[in-house]
């Protein structure tokens, strides 16, 4: 009689783990990307959904090892902590923010959608199995044509926009602000095994979609981009540490680069550079303000309660020095720099398209005004998620060659 032993992958327990987790990745990189396309907001429904299913796959598996232990290590990186003193701050900062209402309830969103960005990439599985892998530049390339068609038609309609997609984008410029950073690690993803001509040909169409949204301020992101991309390649890990110095140079001297045009100028500033001039004014009057800032939400809120000038900054940079002050953007630095250094560790292949995206992703930062937006927090935790599912992808898959000689040589013995 023959008796057929249980392979370890037919265990039910495993295959069920093995299959909602595809499914929360399908539905994280396929479907999140190509449903706000149409309809805007489902990206707010749809992350819950893919975290729950992630941790599913997590709670249900086999494996004996600590199941939190993956979170716990991504808790505890350099970075992650950087963004937890953020959000510490964030939250004590909400005692003596001029708003009473409106900032918490930001608050409250913006920290959900980090507990779920925490959960997804947490229990993702320690190595992405090369079918989850396709499935990110599956899902980009989708949304690139998908975005490219629908900007397209959009064009030729003339359609006119309302007040809110003015100050908030519409669904096309939403959509192509998240794919212009989450194009990066889709493309590391192809690279990582040894498809160039395919992660180029990625690149490009994505970059053709994202200028056809319509995304303000995508264009110089993309550029940004790319020049961090060749400078890096081949020697990243040189590249990010001088890109994060940089970073943290641009973030915590951007006052100071304010306050001088403020004094030198005045009212002569260039018009191009008179939000520099009112941050400047806003600097120059702010005294304990500028180390600890206004409280959380009170840029946002300032500007559109009609306190802060019209002409005032709407980038995140800004945002973190006007509601945090020093002690915020110290932080936001630090979260930076550490986040290059990491990536710069990573394998040749893969780490000039991740340093381009955080790059990317810093551009948008520094010009906004979309980082300023919630669907846009979301979307950047969406590319977060990203990172860590192509990171865990850094493996060989492929089985060791068998020596020419091994059928001779079995033969003989």
């Not at 953020?86 to 959900?112: D, Q, Y």
């Not at 669904?171 to 040894?194: E, F, H, T």
């Not at 498809?195 to 200028?211: D, E, I, K, N, P």
């Not at 994060?244 to 680069?257: D, E, R, T, Y």
Request: a positive charge.
């Amino acid at each position: 009689m023959t008796f057929h032993t249980r392979r370890a992958n037919e265990v039910p327990a495993e295959e069920a783990s093995r299959l909602l987790t595809r499914i929360g990745v399908f539905l994280l990189f396929v479907i999140s990307l190509l449903a706000p396309i149409l309809a805007g907001q489902t990206i707010y429904i749809l992350l819950p959904i893919g975290a729950a299913l992630l941790l599913a796959g997590a709670a249900v598996s086999p494996v004996t090892r600590e199941k939190t232990q993956s979170l716990r290590g991504l808790l505890l990186s350099s970075p992650v902590l950087a963004g937890l003193f953020l959000v510490g701050l964030a939250a004590l900062s909400l005692t003596w923010t001029p708003f009473p209402e409106g900032p918490a309830e930001r608050f409250w969103k913006n920290t959900g959608t980090l507990a779920l960005v925490a959960i997804a990439a947490g229990f993702l599985p320690k190595r992405t199995r090369i079918c989850d892998l396709n499935l990110l530049p599956i899902g980009v390339a989708a949304a690139a044509v998908l975005l490219g068609g629908a900007a397209s038609v959009n064009l030729f309609m003339h359609k006119a926009l309302t007040v809110e997609e003015i100050i908030d984008g519409n669904a096309l410029a939403r959509s192509g602000v998240g794919l212009a950073l989450i194009m990066w690690p889709a493309a590391g993803a192809l690279a990582l095994r040894g498809r160039w001509y395919l992660a180029g040909a990625l690149t490009l169409v994505s970059m053709a979609a994202c200028l056809l949204s319509g995304a303000s301020n995508v264009a110089p992101a993309l550029l940004a981009g790319a020049a961090t991309f060749a400078i890096s390649f081949g020697r990243s890990r040189l590249a990010a540490e001088r890109l994060g110095s940089f970073a943290a140079i641009v973030i915590m001297l951007a006052p100071i680069v304010a306050l001088l045009t403020h004094f030198a100028l005045g009212a002569h500033t260039p018009e191009f550079a008179r939000s520099l001039d009112v941050w400047g004014s806003i600097v120059a009057n702010g005294g304990v303000r500028t180390l600890i800032g206004h409280g959380f939400g009170s840029a946002l809120y300032g500007l559109f309660g009609g306190y802060l000038d019209p002409q005032t900054p709407r980038s995140l940079v800004f945002q973190i020095w006007f509601d945090l002050g020093a002690l915020g953007a110290g932080a936001f630095a630090v979260m930076a720099t550490k986040a290059f250094l990491r990536i710069g560790g990573l394998r040749p292949a893969l780490a000039p398209f991740l340093l381009a995206g955080l790059v990317s992703g810093l551009v948008i930062c520094l010009l906004g005004p979309a980082a300023e937006q919630l669907w846009a927090f979301t979307l950047a935790g969406l590319d977060a998620i990203a990172y860590v599912l192509v990171i865990r992808g850094q493996f060989r898959k492929k089985r060791p060659r068998v020596p020419s000689t091994w059928d001779t040589d079995e033969k003989n013995g």
